[in-house]
């Protein structure tokens, strides 16, 4: 759950574990369904889920694209100094 | 019986026998891969790390979905109230999980090979990467050294450790170098992954073959 920086520190990384969290819910419950599911068809997916769970993704995304930003933006900055 | 029932029976027991062939294929396929991964043969040391060694959650995502899926199709198949059968059509709103899943899996392999920070990252590297199969009790020496640091760089302090399943010892020797001995007696073919690791540098690795 930690993300490496360049310094060596491995913090808590908050977007990874509300990705893990997400994938979680969205697995137990989909499960849950399917186990209960006695019809021979395939449960659905509510949609209100797919969109938390497409939201967590672009965060989780966005969280990870910022951080090879820093990285990069620091590493210019440092060689520049 | 006619000659059009006859036929009609035959390709019933081609379909028979031809089910029965796929069947046993598929089942010492899954077995070979499943022994393969028990002895070790398959590595999946790495299945849910970046290049870096760190996790990857976008790839630990796709994995349990598609787990989740297959096995779920599974328990409908076998579990339908009228006996086994293939469900009639698969939801729209499972295809888009998967699509979710796969395009972040593929956003972030994106963002994670765009990213020129890893690749100027200072890093540790081991010497002679691959051992070619390393006799019951046998040693080999392995070295360290540094990358993308400036000329003149100390050694940091460096932690030696062996990827699970951990067979065999690993001793520092000296503060760049690590001797790894293979387990006595023999535990079989397998490959082990050797870590080095420091604060502030990339970890270094190296692959060992045990015969």
């Given at each position: 759950?930690?993300?490496k920086?360049?310094?060596?520190?491995?913090p808590?990384?908050?977007?990874?574990?509300?990705?893990l969290i997400?994938?979680?819910?969205?697995?137990m419950?989909?499960?849950?369904?399917?186990?209960?599911?006695?019809?021979?068809?395939?449960?659905?997916?509510?949609?209100?889920?797919?969109?938390?769970?497409?939201?967590?993704?672009?965060?989780?995304?966005?969280?990870?694209?910022?951080?090879?930003?820093?990285?990069?933006?620091t590493?210019?900055?440092?060689?520049?100094? | 019986?006619?000659?059009?029932?006859?036929?009609?029976?035959?390709?019933?027991l081609?379909?028979?026998?031809?089910?029965?062939?796929?069947?046993?294929?598929a089942?010492?396929?899954?077995?070979?891969?499943?022994?393969?991964?028990?002895?070790?043969?398959?590595?999946?040391?790495?299945?849910v790390?970046?290049?870096?060694?760190?996790?990857?959650?976008?790839?630990?995502?796709?994995?349990?979905?598609?787990?989740?899926?297959?096995?779920?199709?599974?328990?409908?198949?076998?579990?339908?109230?009228?006996?086994?059968?293939?469900?009639?059509?698969?939801?729209?709103?499972?295809?888009?999980?998967?699509?979710?899943?796969?395009?972040?899996y593929?956003?972030?392999?994106?963002?994670?090979?765009?990213?020129?920070?890893?690749?100027?990252?200072?890093?540790?590297?081991?010497?002679?990467?691959?051992?070619?199969?390393?006799?019951?009790g046998?040693?080999?020496?392995?070295?360290?050294?540094?990358?993308?640091?400036?000329?003149?760089?100390?050694?940091?302090?460096?932690?030696w450790?062996?990827?699970?399943?951990?067979?065999?010892?690993?001793?520092?020797?000296?503060?760049?170098?690590?001797?790894?001995?293979?387990?006595?007696?023999?535990?079989?073919?397998?490959?082990?992954?050797?870590?080095?690791?420091?604060?502030?540098?990339?970890?270094?690795?190296?692959?060992?073959?045990?015969?």
């Amino acid at each position: 759950m930690a993300e490496k920086r360049t310094d060596g520190s491995r913090p808590i990384s908050a977007v990874r574990v509300q990705l893990l969290i997400m994938t979680l819910a969205t697995t137990m419950q989909y499960l849950l369904t399917a186990i209960r599911t006695r019809s021979g068809e395939m449960p659905t997916i509510p949609d209100s889920m797919l969109e938390l769970l497409g939201l967590s993704n672009a965060i989780y995304l966005g969280g990870k694209g910022w951080t090879v930003l820093r990285d990069r933006l620091t590493s210019i900055w440092e060689t520049r100094r | 019986m006619t000659f059009k029932a006859f036929i009609d029976n035959s390709y019933d027991l081609l379909a028979f026998f031809s089910g029965v062939v796929l069947l046993f294929f598929a089942g010492g396929l899954a077995w070979t891969i499943l022994w393969r991964m028990w002895t070790n043969k398959i590595n999946l040391s790495l299945l849910v790390s970046e290049k870096t060694g760190e996790a990857s959650m976008s790839r630990l995502q796709l994995l349990i979905f598609t787990f989740v899926i297959g096995l779920s199709l599974f328990v409908i198949v076998v579990g339908a109230a009228e006996g086994p059968r293939f469900p009639a059509a698969f939801p729209p709103e499972i295809l888009t999980l998967l699509g979710i899943s796969g395009s972040s899996y593929l956003v972030s392999k994106a963002i994670q090979s765009g990213s020129t920070a890893t690749a100027t990252r200072p890093r540790l590297t081991i010497s002679s990467t691959t051992v070619g199969s390393l006799a019951p009790g046998a040693s080999a020496d392995f070295s360290l050294r540094l990358m993308n640091v400036p000329s003149g760089t100390a050694i940091p302090n460096v932690t030696w450790s062996l990827d699970a399943p951990s067979l065999g010892t690993i001793t520092p020797i000296s503060p760049d170098k690590a001797r790894y001995q293979a387990p006595m007696p023999s535990e079989g073919p397998a490959t082990v992954n050797l870590r080095a690791q420091a604060t502030g540098f990339e970890d270094g690795t190296a692959t060992i073959s045990l015969s």
